[in-house]
């Protein structure tokens, strides 16, 4: 049974670093691409970043350039350091399949909140 656990959120000023993590259980893990994605309060999930088995990345236009994602796949676990943080970063982060899920199947996120 798939389980992905995100952790490394918490409350950072404007200009501030976050590093997030997402452990995956469940799954061959080096066989997927994975991403992450966020939700702001009344707004749609998005793609934030991706990056394929061959760890070839992307990233939503509005993170490049500030974020970049890795992955470990001797630890089964996808990175996203987060520099630059902005109020609009501000969100609940989630990581998955990239372009997917793993079934309908979502964690519970890790909140981000950029504010003075």
């Known amino acids: 049974q798939v389980q992905l656990v995100e952790s490394g959120g918490g409350l950072v000023q404007p200009g501030g670093s976050l590093r997030l993590s997402c452990a995956a259980s469940?799954?061959?893990?080096?066989?997927?691409?994975m991403a992450w994605y966020r939700q702001a309060p009344g707004k749609q999930r998005e793609l934030v970043a991706g990056?394929?088995?061959?760890?070839?990345?992307n990233y939503a236009d509005s993170v490049k350039g500030r974020f970049t994602i890795s992955r470990d796949n001797a630890r089964n676990t996808v990175y996203l350091q987060m520099n630059s943080l902005k109020p609009e970063d501000t969100a609940v982060y989630y990581c998955?399949?990239?372009?997917?899920?793993?079934?309908?199947?979502w964690g519970q996120g890790t909140q981000v909140t950029v504010s003075s």
């Open positions: 998955n399949r990239l372009n997917g899920t793993f079934g309908d199947y």
């Open positions: 990056i394929t088995t061959r760890r070839s990345t």
């Open positions: 469940g799954v061959i893990f080096n066989f997927y691409g």
